[in-house]
Every structure is written in structure tokens, then in C-alpha cells.
């Protein structure tokens, strides 16, 4: 074949390679990555008050397994705040009255300093609701739930946040 002739040829299957290669690499490109499935929360809130082992504490740990699964249920905010230094209930105040002016339309307790905190501050909080996980005598403003059994204190402590963000939320 005359070299003047071959040079079209060879420019056309060249130019046809790119065009097949750039085709399958369209076609089979990744598509774009999945949308996050960002969660919509309220802005209903529950705040839970923990001895300084946080939500891993053994009195805590239920009370903040209840909370997740009221959270899940109406979409509304938890969080959880240790008692860090002295374990407490004068100390424990100070940490309780954060929770206060941070809005939390439910605050909980449980173990020993958050709870004596409580029983001393909770008529200094008239406006707000509380749910003591423990001991405790029931105040005006306080609920208290005494179950030794931590699936129990996680269940009634799931209906109590999940009524609570309901009602909070509008709803």
C-alpha cells in the first residue's frame, strides 16, 4: 500500500480509538456520589446530667440508650454533660444550671452527684422539667424514675424524652 494512502487510515483509526476509549470511559465513570442523608433534627432538645464517667457510667448508660431512642423516634436533640472535679451535689449545680441556660426542654439526671444537684436546685428552676433517673422524691417540677431493672429505666426513659420532644416540637 502506498505510505501516502496509509497515513489517513492510520490518523482515522487513531482518532476512532480515542473516540471509543473516551465512550467507555463515560459510560462506565462512576455516577456522582449518593446525596448524604443529612438528619432533619427539631428543635426540641433533652439534656441529660451524667456522673464524670459520661454516658458509659452504669447508672447513665441506660438513661442515655433511652434518649437515642426517643431522638431516633421524633428526631428531636440529646446531649450529655459530665460532672467533672468533686463528685458532688454542690458541685453538680453549677454543671446543671449550664444545662438550664442551654434551653433543654427535658433535663435528666442520673447517679449520685447530678441527682443530689438536682434535688438542691430543682425548685431554684421553676420553668423547667426534669426527669431524676434514681432516688429521689418527685418535686413540682420533677419526675422521677426509680428502676433497678436498666431495660426498664431505658424504656420508661424513652417514653418520657419521646413525649417530652413531641411536645416540644409542636407535636
Given at each position: 500500500m502506498d505510505p501516502r494512502r496509509?497515513?489517513?487510515w492510520l490518523v482515522g483509526g487513531a482518532v476512532a480509538t480515542v473516540l471509543a476509549a473516551a465512550g467507555l470511559g463515560w459510560a462506565l465513570w462512576p455516577d456522582s456520589a449518593p446525596e448524604a442523608r443529612a438528619r432533619v433534627y427539631t428543635e426540641a432538645n433533652a439534656c441529660l446530667l451524667t456522673p464524670a464517667?459520661?454516658?458509659?457510667?452504669?447508672?447513665?448508660?441506660?438513661?442515655?440508650?433511652?434518649?437515642?431512642?426517643?431522638?431516633?423516634?421524633?428526631?428531636?436533640?440529646?446531649?450529655y454533660l459530665e460532672v467533672d472535679g468533686p463528685q458532688t451535689g454542690e458541685n453538680a449545680k453549677t454543671y446543671l444550671a449550664t444545662l438550664v441556660s442551654g434551653k433543654c426542654d427535658l433535663l435528666l439526671t442520673a447517679g449520685a452527684a447530678p441527682n443530689a444537684g438536682l434535688i438542691a436546685a430543682a425548685g431554684s428552676y421553676p420553668g423547667s422539667r426534669f426527669l431524676l433517673v434514681g432516688k429521689g422524691a418527685p418535686q413540682v417540677n420533677v419526675t422521677v424514675v426509680d428502676d433497678s431493672d436498666p431495660a426498664q429505666v431505658t424504656e420508661r426513659v424513652r417514653a418520657a424524652v419521646a413525649d417530652a420532644l413531641r411536645e416540644a416540637a409542636g407535636g
Open positions: 496509509r497515513k489517513p464517667g459520661g454516658v458509659a457510667d452504669k447508672q447513665a448508660a441506660p438513661v442515655w440508650a433511652g434518649m437515642q431512642q426517643a431522638s431516633l423516634a421524633t428526631h428531636g436533640k440529646i446531649q
